[in-house]
């Protein structure tokens, strides 16, 4: 198992305008992901929200319809059968997943797709992830066996969106594990909206639960 804090410093890795230490990046259709070997696993992680384009995917909150998944968020969705397809050229066996923010519900698709065509990955870990999809999304990667684990820092507003219910459809939008809290606080005079969002919390936290 890969440990939390080397996932998250992944993920902060991925948000450089260059990232560096990756054997492949990819970026389709707005969706960026970066592929690493470590300690015999293909780690494959999703970058979060940095620019308008990413924040209009996150504001994208209307079910599509999936063959395989079921409901899923089509913002969150798009670009991810070409990341599903790349992936299989450039892994091996043990196949970790990650992102923060918007790239952790892409990380969970990810791990739902390999799920569904029988092969899931070995962990799925994300950071501040919002929930990527409905109940069926939920089952297969629940079903899968993988090991699944999701943080949310303090009062970290991103794991709470989409609403949790869709009036017109009447199924919920859910998370497929319980997160884990962390208690990383921004400074007092910090009046952003996402100021519990970032991944350096995430990183700072982490690192103190040793």
């Known amino acids: 198992m890969i440990s939390p804090l080397a996932l998250a410093q992944a993920c902060a890795d991925a948000y450089a305008d260059a990232p560096a230490g990756f054997d ?50 089509a913002g969150f969705m798009m670009g991810m059968y070409d990341v599903l397809a790349a992936v299989a050229l450039a ?18 698709i990810l791990a739902a797709l390999l799920a569904y065509s029988g092969k899931p990955v070995s962990q799925c870990c994300v950071f501040g992830s919002p929930r990527p999809g409905f109940a069926n999304l939920s089952r297969i990667l629940q079903k899968s066996a993988t090991p699944l684990a999701s943080y949310r ?12 219910w869709v009036p017109v459809i009447g199924d919920p939008w859910v998370h497929p594990d319980a997160w884990i809290s962390l208690e990383e606080h921004s ?3 910090d009046l952003e909206p996402l100021r519990d969002h970032h991944i350096q919390h995430y990183l700072d936290g982490l690192a103190k639960l040793g």
């Not at 209307?62 to 395989?68: L, N, Y």
């Not at 066996?93 to 969970?108: F, I, N, P, Y």
Request: aromatic fraction near 8%; avoid cysteine.
């Open 153 to 164: 820092n303090y009062h970290d507003p991103v794991p709470l969106v989409p609403a949790a």
């Open 24 to 73: 492949h990046i990819w970026e389709f259709s707005g969706t960026h992901a970066a592929h690493r070997r470590v300690e015999g696993a293909d780690i494959i992680v999703f970058r979060g929200s940095k620019d308008a384009e990413d924040w209009i995917r996150d504001l994208e909150a209307v079910p599509i319809w999936d063959s395989r998944l079921g409901f899923v968020h």
């Open 91 to 108: 892994t091996v066996k043990d196949v970790v997943v990650t992102g923060h923010s918007l790239g952790g519900a892409r990380a969970r």
């Open 187 to 189: 400074a007092p005079d």
